[in-house]
Structure formats: C-alpha cells, structure tokens
C-alpha cells in the first residue's frame, strides 16, 4: 500500500511541474503626473508648464494649476513636448542578426544584450 501512494504521488509531483510565466514581473505605479511639459492640446493651442495626471491608465486631468495627487509617482518632462494622440504601443522593429549565448533568460522575450536604437532607423 506504501508503494502504492508512494509511486502516485511521485507521478503526481512529476506531472504538476510549471515554467515560469513568461512575462516581465512588474508593480507599476496607479497614478502617473507628468510635470512641466509644454502640452499641446490641439493645432496651435498649447499649455506651457502643464501638468498630465494619468490615472488607471488614462488620462484623468490636463491644466497647468491642477493639483498633484498624493500616490502619484512624477516625472519631470523640462523642456519636453507633449502631444494629444494615440500611442501606438506595438512598434515592430526588424532585427539585422539574432544574438543567442549559453546564458540567455528563459524568457525569450528579455533581451538585454540588444540595443533597439542600434538597428532602428527613421526614414525621412
């Protein structure tokens, strides 16, 4: 009867073995306030020294007096632009050559010996 058990939990152990997740483990701030950009709301409307407060993901206020919530973690933006827009997150740049090592991460998804600004390049 040991053996038995033994030898089901054995296969059982065996079996319920999982990878890791593939997936870029991360506790991303909630609220984001972008500080002392220069806004550009529409064609020719602007406004200098802004405030952009992100929330959940979207933007909840644009103004330059607005107040800055306390769990809002702030990145200073001096002297940049910001324009009203969609972000287009899915970006595919073509690589020249795959670069593989014996001590790559087992995610291939993580890449830090490949710099993306080394092989993009704009067209004008």
């Given at each position: 009867m040991k053996k038995l058990i033994f030898i089901l939990l054995t296969i059982t152990f065996a079996y319920?073995?999982?990878?890791?997740?593939?997936?870029?483990?991360?506790?991303?701030?909630?609220?984001?306030?972008?500080?002392?950009?220069?806004?550009?709301?529409?064609?020719?409307?602007?406004?200098?020294?802004?405030?952009?407060?992100?929330?959940?993901?979207?933007?909840?206020?644009?103004?330059?007096?607005?107040?800055?919530?306390?769990?809002?973690?702030?990145?200073?933006?001096?002297g940049a632009n910001v324009y009203a827009g969609f972000i287009d997150g899915w970006l595919e740049i073509k690589q020249d050559e795959k670069i593989k090592s014996p001590d790559d991460h087992w995610n291939d998804k993580m890449r830090a010996e490949y710099r993306v600004k080394n092989d993009f390049k704009i067209k004008d």
């Open positions: 319920s073995q999982t990878e890791p997740v593939k997936d870029i483990h991360s506790n991303s701030p909630r609220v984001w306030a972008l500080t002392h950009a220069m806004i550009h709301t529409e064609p020719g409307d602007f406004i200098k020294d802004g405030i952009i407060i992100i929330r959940e993901g979207k933007i909840d206020k644009v103004g330059r007096y607005i107040q800055i919530p306390s769990d809002a973690y702030e990145i200073d933006l001096e």
